[in-house]
């Protein structure tokens, strides 16, 4: 049973890095989460993520990627449900936010793929999707989302705080010592620039990896300054907040001629000094940073984080956080604040004129 008012939600997450979906389930009112319950993670193939990095190149997919995708999700959910040892019964919303294969918020176009009514019939529990489109509708970035989880889940922690995502894109939310979720009020979020994107793409044309384990290769290698200094000269750094980023932004053509361990430092290095000069947009300095996403596995960016930042840094574990698993509960609250009207997206996340809610209802 959950406490009054709180619902069971399952959040599901297939992001940048596309290496798979992870499935969470959360006890949440929207407010306040009473607990963090099991967890998965269903890895792609190769073939899948081929498939995918095809839908990014494209900014489009056909209905039998979209189908197919949408079946992987459904599995998920079930593998998700017998971890937790639950009937589809015991679950009141699922959050699903799909693939995004083009994110265009200056022109208004964000595109996440997947069949919320398709998702809804083969699992037996409504869905709440598309959590984007009515920010983006509204002139705001349409991400990052993450931050409202950073926030409810922060109001524990000591502020002012930094919770940095590094997924394929890297994000970070400032929470004040006011943050407050129900109004967005001292909080700020954005893309600081590169997670592992880069890297991944690097690391796979160059020796055939998906990624590059523990940060290894980047260990191994010594950074070129010539070619670091030349992707952070990118506008985007200097732009204000709030912002956010497409997974192909940066133009990885500046790393020509780079050998396999020296641009997995360079590229290690690039994530790391992004995210220090995204600490410049700060309203003020921050007690402690929270890193989630694949990225904090990266030794090589958590020492260089650890050596720009000037404040102390750890795993979200630490902080009793899940970090594989957040934005999949992120998503999860989300619907639940979906149902309840409640906003996701503030002024200070997304540059939406108002706090809005958002997500589409797919009944069963």
């Not at 990052?144 to 894109?169: E, F």
């Not at 006011?178 to 700020?188: E, I, K, N, R, V």
């Not at 893309?191 to 044309?205: F, L, Q, S």
Request: glycine residues 12%; proline residues 4%.
């Amino acid at each position: 049973m959950t406490e009054d008012n709180h619902m069971r939600a399952l959040g599901l997450m297939s992001g940048t890095s596309m290496d798979g979906i992870d499935a969470a389930i959360v006890e949440t009112d929207g407010a306040r989460i009473s607990k963090l319950g099991s967890s998965i993670f269903l890895p792609y193939t190769e073939d899948w993520r081929a498939r995918l990095r095809g839908a990014v190149a494209d900014g489009a997919a056909d209905e039998a990627l979209i189908d197919g995708l949408t079946r992987l999700h459904g599995e998920a959910v079930q593998s998700c449900l017998d971890a937790a040892g639950l009937d589809a019964g015991a679950i009141d919303v699922i959050g699903f936010h799909g693939q995004t294969i083009l994110h265009d918020p200056a022109n208004r176009v964000t595109v996440q793929i997947g069949d919320g009514d398709l998702l809804a019939k083969l699992t037996g529990v409504q869905v709440v999707s598309d959590f984007r489109g009515k920010d983006v509708a509204a002139g705001g970035e349409g991400a990052p989302l993450a931050p409202i989880i950073h926030c409810v889940l922060g109001q524990d922690q000591t502020r002012p705080l930094a919770v940095l995502n590094i997924g394929g894109v890297a994000n970070v939310t400032w929470l004040g010592r006011g943050a407050d979720p129900s109004s967005g009020d001292h909080m700020l979020a954005f893309d600081t620039g590169p997670g592992n994107a880069m890297i991944d793409d690097w690391v796979r044309e160059h020796a055939g990896l998906d990624f590059d384990t523990g940060g290894a290769l980047a260990a191994r290698g010594q950074v070129d300054q010539a070619k670091l200094a030349a992707l952070l000269e990118n506008s985007y750094f200097d732009r204000p907040p709030p912002k956010s980023l497409d997974r192909n932004a940066f133009d990885g053509s500046i790393m020509d001629g780079c050998g396999l361990e020296d641009g997995a430092a360079t590229l290690a290095a690039f994530t790391a000094h992004s995210v220090a000069a995204a600490a410049a947009h700060f309203p003020d300095a921050v007690s402690q940073w929270i890193i989630c996403g694949g990225g904090r596995k990266n030794g090589a960016i958590m020492a260089l984080l650890a050596e720009r930042l000037g404040a102390p840094v750890r795993a979200a574990e630490d902080a009793g956080w899940h970090g594989d698993a957040l934005e999949a509960e992120a998503f999860a609250l989300m619907a639940v604040r979906s149902l309840k009207n409640m906003p996701i997206s503030f002024p200070g996340t997304t540059g939406a004129a108002q706090p809005l809610t958002g997500g589409r209802l797919h009944q069963v």
